[in-house]
């Protein structure tokens, strides 16, 4: 079954070439923000890749910038529950792309915020133009979502800096700490992308696969866990809705 078979990708384009694959969110109009529909787009994609011979992964986002993380739009109709639901199934999708048996690459432009900043430090590659901006601000509102694996890539004392200031870290800020493995501007994209795709081909399949296991702590039980514990505690809308608020009065 192919990707177009299994997809109805109204926010996320799929494309192959051969052993590439590249998965952009498009839904520019809200700077691809992750709603419930696009998360479970990329999780069925990235299970399609699984078994279709794909060794790379390449996320992209259209418009203005990559994203701007976990959508909040109708936050008022939604339940405790549903909110709780829809941070579970992103770490569904962040730990289908950090335990991925293919290589991962995120090309960022623009802002990458939140539950997207997570998403692009699942990757085995993270490179991001010039002005490329990133922050993770869940623990304002008291959500654990990728705090394990973001202290893996920048180190404990840069996590805790970074997560305790909610601070917004520009690109070259981000490249010294860790967070992104490249800066480079969009019109080279495509070379990294070719000299990604050449390197991730050099191992079998089988073989690429017990690296990228072998060089991961697999911690998805616990990471889970502390998600959903977090997300648990009684006021999850009060919390995200206050800080919404605050981020207004900005």
Known sequence: MTIDERLDANSVEV????????????????????????????????????????????????????????????????TEGDLALRFLRVEALLQAVHYAPFVTMALVHGPCFGAAADLVASCTHRI????????????RFGVVLGTRRLAEVIGRDNARDVLSKSKILEANEALRIGFLTGIAEQDNWPQLVTEATEAASILSASRLERVLQLTNDDRRDSDLAELARSVMEPGLKTRISDYIASMKKK
Do not use: W, Y
Not at 128 to 139: K, N, W
């Open 128 to 139: 991001a133009a010039p002005g490329a901006r990133f922050r993770m601000p869940g623990l």
């Open 15 to 78: 494309s192959k070439d051969g052993t590439t694959t590249t998965l952009t969110l498009s839904r520019p109009a809200k700077l691809n923000s992750l709603d419930s529909g696009i998360v479970e787009e990329l999780l069925s994609a990235l299970e399609v890749c699984r078994g279709d011979g794909t060794r790379l992964v390449v996320f992209r986002g259209a418009g203005k910038g990559f994203s701007g993380g976990f959508d909040f739009t109708g936050l008022e109709e939604q």
